[in-house]
C-alpha cells in the first residue's frame, strides 16, 4: 500500500522560511515523479512543483518560482519542499502526490493527508 | 482565475448522470491527457481518472471520463450520495511546463 506521510508544516512569519517533507512507503520510490500540491483556504488545488524521478528534472509553478526548491533523497524515500520568503498567499494545506514515470505524465496518482501551512504575522 | 475552466456547481438526484465540464486549449487538454480528482476538503483528493478515460483500480465503473478537442468531461452514473464532493480536472500544460487545474466543481446530491 502507498503511503505518503508530509511534515515540516507550521506557523511562520512573511519573509521566513519552512522546509516541508514527505516519507514515502510502499512502491519503489525512484521509478516516479513527485509533486506538491496545495489547496488555500477556500481555494481549490494548486500545483506547486514537480520533480523527475532521478530529481535531475525540477518544475514550478509560476507563483513560487525562485522562492521555492524541490528535491528527494532516494535513499531515505523522501521528498522535500524548502519554501523562502513565504507571504501570505502561501498559506496552504501542502500535499505530497505520487506521480507517474514522468512530472508531465498521469497525473497523481496517490496523495498524501497534507501539512499545513500558516504565514500570518 | 484558473487555467482550466468547470462551472461552480453541479447537482443531481441519487441514481441520475451527472456530466462535469472542464474546457483548456491548446496547450494542455488538447495536447495533453486529462485527469479527474474527487476531493473532500481536508481529507486527500483521489485520482478517478487518468488519461482521459482509463480508471484506476478501486474506482467505481460509474465514474467514467471523455475528452474532445481541448475540452474534458467527467460522469457520473447512478449518482449517488456519497458522491458528493469537489471534482478537479487537471493537465500538463505545455506553455507553462507544468501542471494546471480547473477551479472544482462542488457537486451536490439533492
Known amino acids: 500500500e502507498v503511503q505518503l506521510l508530509e511534515s515540516g508544516g507550521g506557523l511562520v512569519l512573511p519573509g521566513g522560511s519552512l522546509r516541508l517533507s514527505c516519507a514515502a512507503s510502499?512502491?519503489?520510490?525512484?521509478?516516479?515523479?513527485m509533486n506538491w500540491v496545495r489547496q488555500a483556504p477556500g481555494k481549490g488545488l494548486d500545483w506547486v512543483s514537480g520533480?523527475?524521478?532521478?530529481?535531475?528534472?525540477?518544475y514550478y509553478a509560476d507563483s513560487v518560482k525562485g522562492r521555492f526548491t524541490v528535491s528527494r533523497d532516494n535513499s531515505q524515500n523522501t521528498l522535500y519542499l524548502q519554501m523562502n520568503s513565504l507571504r501570505a498567499d502561501d498559506t496552504a494545506i501542502y500535499y505530497c502526490?505520487?506521480?507517474?514515470?514522468?512530472?508531465?505524465?498521469?497525473?497523481?496518482?496517490?496523495w498524501g493527508q497534507g501539512t499545513p501551512v500558516t504565514v500570518s504575522s | 482565475q484558473s487555467v482550466l475552466t468547470q462551472p461552480p456547481s453541479a447537482s443531481g438526484t441519487p441514481g441520475q448522470r451527472v456530466t462535469i465540464s472542464c474546457s483548456g486549449s491548446n496547450s494542455n487538454i488538447g495536447t495533453n491527457t486529462g485527469t479527474w480528482y474527487q476531493y473532500l476538503p481536508g481529507t486527500a483528493p483521489k485520482l478517478l481518472i487518468h488519461t482521459n478515460n482509463q480508471r484506476p483500480s478501486g474506482v467505481p465503473d460509474r465514474f467514467s471520463g471523455s475528452k474532445s478537442g481541448t475540452s474534458a468531461s467527467l460522469a457520473i452514473s447512478g449518482l449517488q450520495s456519497e458522491d458528493e464532493a469537489d471534482y478537479f480536472c487537471a493537465a500538463w500544460d505545455d506553455s507553462l511546463n507544468g501542471w494546471v487545474f480547473g477551479g472544482g466543481t462542488k457537486l451536490t446530491v439533492l
Open positions: 510502499g512502491f519503489t520510490f525512484n521509478n516516479y515523479a
Open positions: 520533480i523527475s524521478f532521478s530529481g535531475g528534472s525540477t
Open positions: 502526490a505520487k506521480g507517474g514515470v514522468a512530472v508531465r505524465l498521469l497525473g497523481f496518482d496517490n
